[in-house]
């Protein structure tokens, strides 16, 4: 039989550094995860949270994808940026958790790029169809 952690739950995890490993999952989820997701799924919240005050936002909340998908190259954009990190995993600072951050918030651009092109701007509660 395998044994799960029972999670501790918090109402704000506030990790150290943003892509420090959140040891808690997000207040109310009351999924079992088995290897952690719901950890991952906070500390990927507090990344993609951080990018919108760093060096990828321009004037008026734009950033470059934006740009780049108005002109209907996003979702080649995207599925480059995901090589780009997926290739310089564990080569650029050793093997990092930024790297697998981008990756997958690169896939949340092209799940968005997608998306648009379905007319399904506005997700419902579950965008998975899970």
């Not at 998908?69 to 996003?74: D, K, M, P, Q, R």
């Not at 080649?76 to 650029?92: E, L, Q, T, V």
Request: aromatic residues 14%; glycine residues 10%; charged residues 25%.
């Amino acid at each position: 039989m395998i044994k799960t952690a029972t999670p501790t739950v918090y109402d704000e995890p506030t990790p150290k550094e943003t892509t420090e490993p959140v040891k808690t999952i997000a207040k109310g989820d009351p999924f079992p995860w088995k290897y952690n997701e719901g950890d991952y799924l906070a500390a990927l919240g507090k990344y993609l949270s951080s990018t919108y005050g760093k060096h990828y936002v321009g004037e008026n909340n734009i950033q470059a994808f934006d740009l780049i998908n108005s002109s209907g190259n996003g979702e080649g954009f995207c599925f480059g940026n995901i090589i780009k990190y997926a290739a310089r995993f564990g080569k650029k600072n050793g093997k990092n958790r930024d790297d697998i951050l981008k990756i997958i918030h690169y896939s949340f651009f092209a799940l968005y790029t997608l998306d648009q092109e379905t007319q399904e701007k506005k997700p419902e509660k579950d965008p998975m169809g899970w």
